[in-house]
């Protein structure tokens, strides 16, 4: 009987201390970027990919106040997003920021890189060729 006091008391101070124990903040912040991602993935449209876009934005604005690691990926995608808009420059930047980040990614922003990089070359010579 004494053992069974012992061991409900023992539970119930277990209880106490993990349900009093500060919260730990997030390691990262998504925001609503799933569900925005999951939406153009349903229906692709125009206004859903502005919405993916700004929702991962948003993501990097508030990890950014809030003092939350970015998280892996994002600023690939983001990257991925504006060479989908003709946008090489920009591309190439959240794909270094992508690296600068997250070191173990940067065989695959690399070569990344390197691909928008060859696009913008073929794309520039062939405007010139046209021209002529």
């Known amino acids: 009987m004494i053992l069974h006091k012992n061991i409900f008391l023992l539970i119930t101070m277990a209880f106490l201390v993990t349900g009093c124990a500060p919260k730990k903040q997030p390691m990262y912040y998504f925001g609503n970027s799933s569900s925005a991602l999951y ?64 070191p173990e990614a940067t065989m695959f922003m690399d070569r990344m890189i390197q691909k928008v990089e060859a696009q913008t070359e073929e794309t520039e010579e062939g405007e010139a060729n046209a021209q002529n």
């Open 39 to 102: 939406a153009h993935k349903k229906e692709p449209t125009d206004e859903s990919f502005v919405q993916m876009k700004q929702s991962l934005e948003d993501v990097i604005e508030h990890s950014e106040l809030n003092g939350i690691k970015i998280a892996p990926g994002t600023f690939a995608n983001i990257g991925y997003l504006n060479l989908l808009e003709n946008k090489p420059e920009q591309a190439i930047a959240f794909f270094d920021r992508e690296k600068q980040l997250y």
